[in-house]
């Protein structure tokens, strides 16, 4: 009589207690190899069915030396990817083809590959499964407390707990003898069976190394090598379940949930109390005859058994909000919104109608709302969030409302400027807070009501149009910049002189162009006049440095009554060289047919040097292949 014994079989000793008794004295074991290299895999990833396993095919091996039993090894060991689909019965069909090509009784404790064997015409011997591991409780809940949020276990470490209340929690040793390894692999096992076995329990996500288990309140995470350096368990557990009457501004929220369907942004701190607030909001919305629904992973949230927990369906959360569209919910809560997909999948469903609650990390309240822009468009974002809530050791800390409006930002002065802006008010005061919107193609957001530092005024637009300013000037001046504020709505530009002409351009055109963009009037100086810094002159003309007012001509390039010295520039391997008539230190106008050029200052020698393959440098030497003539006029 030949039998091959499959997976289950040998990991409950089925083989070794027939020999025993009796009943399969003198038979031949013909083991798969692919049941060695799933028990070989199962042992590998700490698994005791696989340790149990080996030890079965070892006493086998003694009953084969003692002439009692034939035993052989035959067939294909399975391939990574087989071992990966055991659950899609991969590695049975090998075992079954064993018995097949053997003529054998396939002995069996699982059900499907039984009747799967008998339907392909293979003789099966089924016994019952063995009852392995039974955990009636859980083993680590000894280590919770009244005030303990988590417990923390790792092999070779001292167990440690997240105790306290809300915001005051402390990360202390609860026990001083470390936890050994056989400790750990034994607490690790019975954790996994209790969720597998109990109808209180189940298991969120296995996957090599990493095992996510939901057991009543305690989502419990358990780590093994390779994926963890050794075995960890965290168990994690809310300890305060509250309503909404329990927070700050209950009567405000309570209307502002009931009067319309809303989107909502629940944000705060790792540890601070969002779960706790996000169940609250559950309970009421469902108490006030809301249909409500949850999307977790994990799913944790601790709720009525009215609101049915969604997890992430097929591994991915937009088919779980697709499956819910279908469903309905007037409300759903969100837990947790952290990656570009989850915003995407919350703006979507919020887009549809459903009232949308989301839990967001963030170190203040602002940031919960900033975590949505570039992943949705600017416009939308009031239409998806309009409530953030800030929950700061378990209170309500801050409470922003959302809206949008056409208007000139705080800030700036041209009505040329208005745009559509993100008002972010706090919803105690009513004030406005931050503005959000587009500011030279870039998206902002600029706290208001706040006072610069030394009296540079940076209210408003103001830190954010110096920035912009600085990566404007930059982009065409060669040397160093510096920004200074007069108000929100006027800058000094402080540049190299040799820069004045390349970023004030042909008739100022270069520096209205950013103004225009910027809606900010840009006064461009050298660093010489810089207050504070010693000696220079005016690099431009007169006390406004642009050289594009008064009768020097500037802007419209025109000279007046003086003409100027028409001068024979040299061109050398690196400079453009004017020999002017003019004094060391002194500042001129270099114009082409009467058209400005730039502002410079006269060096020693009487002369000005233009670098070549600067921007000045190439208008200038375009001027004199195009037979110009190049003047020189004292700057005023």
Do not use: C
């Not at 800390?397 to 559509?420: F, I, Q």
């Not at 954010?464 to 930059?474: F, L, N, S």
Request: charged share 30%; glycine share 12%.
């Amino acid at each position: 009589m030949n039998v091959v014994p499959d997976t289950s079989a040998v990991v409950d000793g089925r083989v070794s207690e027939r020999v025993e008794d009796g009943s399969y004295e003198g038979v031949t074991v013909v083991v798969p190899e692919a049941v060695v290299g799933e028990l070989e895999s199962q042992a590998n990833d700490g698994l005791e069915s696989g340790w149990d396993g080996l030890e079965e095919l070892k006493r086998l091996a003694a009953f084969r030396d003692e002439g009692r039993i034939d035993l052989r090894y035959v067939g294909d060991r399975p391939s990574g990817d087989q071992r990966s689909r055991a659950a899609e019965g991969d590695v049975d069909a090998l075992i079954r083809d064993v018995a097949a090509d053997n003529d054998a009784t396939l002995l069996s404790s699982d059900v499907v590959q039984a009747e799967v064997a008998r339907a392909k015409g293979i003789d099966v011997e089924y016994v019952e499964p063995v009852a392995r591991g039974v955990v009636d409780e859980l083993p680590i809940e000894e280590y919770f407390t009244d005030e303990t949020m988590s417990v923390h276990l790792k092999a070779g470490t001292k167990p440690k707990a997240k105790r306290g209340s809300l915001g005051e929690m402390r990360y202390v040793v609860i026990e001083e003898e470390e936890t050994s390894e056989e400790r750990m692999a034994e607490l690790a096992n019975s954790i996994v069976d209790l969720a597998r076995q109990s109808s209180d329990g189940f298991i969120e996500l296995s996957d090599d190394g990493m095992d996510i288990v939901q057991y009543r309140n305690y989502r419990i995470a358990v780590a093994r090598p390779p994926f963890a350096d050794g075995i960890e368990i965290t168990a994690v557990r809310p300890i305060a379940k509250t309503t909404l009457d329990d927070y700050e501004f209950a009567d405000e929220l309570r209307e502002r949930f009931l009067e319309r369907k809303r989107g909502v942004l629940i944000s705060g701190s790792p540890g601070a109390g969002k779960s706790t607030f996000a169940q609250a909001v559950a309970e009421f919305l469902n108490d006030n005859d809301y249909a409500v629904k949850t999307m977790e992973k994990p799913r944790d949230l601790q709720v009525g058994p009215e609101i049915t927990q969604y997890g992430a369906l097929g591994g991915k959360m937009e088919n779980t909000a697709d499956s819910l569209l279908l469903v309905r919910p007037d409300y759903t809560i969100y837990d947790e919104v952290r990656k570009t997909n989850d915003f995407e999948v919350f703006s979507d469903m919020r887009m549809a109608g459903v009232g949308m609650v989301g839990v967001v990390h963030a170190s203040r309240a602002i940031d919960a709302l900033q975590r949505l822009v570039g992943r949705v468009e600017l416009g939308m974002i009031p239409q998806i969030v309009d409530t953030v809530v800030y929950i700061e050791a378990g209170e309500v800390h801050t409470v922003y409302d959302v809206t949008t409006e056409v208007k000139v930002p705080a800030g700036l002065t041209a009505e040329d400027l208005a745009r559509p802006v993100i008002q972010v008010s706090n919803f105690e005061t009513g004030r406005p807070e931050y503005e959000i919107y587009t500011f030279n193609r870039q998206v902002v957001t600029v706290p208001l009501n706040e006072d610069g530092d030394g009296g540079e005024a940076e209210s408003g637009v103001g830190r954010i149009a110096k920035q912009e300013i600085e990566r404007e000037i930059r982009s065409v001046a060669h040397g160093h910049v510096d920004v200074a504020l007069r108000g929100d709505d006027e800058a000094i530009v402080y540049v190299d002189e040799g820069d004045i002409g390349t970023v004030i351009g042909k008739g100022g055109g270069r520096i209205s162009d950013i103004e225009g963009r910027l809606g900010i009037e840009i006064d461009v100086r050298t660093h010489a006049e810089k207050p504070g810094d010693s000696g220079g002159s005016a690099a431009g003309g007169g006390p406004g440095g642009n050289g594009r007012d008064g009768s020097s001509g500037g802007r419209d390039g025109q000279v007046g009554e003086e003409r100027g010295s028409v001068v024979t520039p040299e061109i050398t391997s690196r400079h453009v060289v004017l020999d002017v008539d003019a004094g060391v230190g002194e500042t001129v106008e270099v114009r082409a047919n009467d058209e400005y050029l730039f502002t410079a200052t006269v060096g020693r020698g009487g002369e000005v040097q233009v670098s070549r393959g600067s921007a000045i440098a190439e208008e200038l030497e375009d001027a004199i292949d195009r037979k110009r003539t190049i003047t020189v006029v004292p700057a005023r």
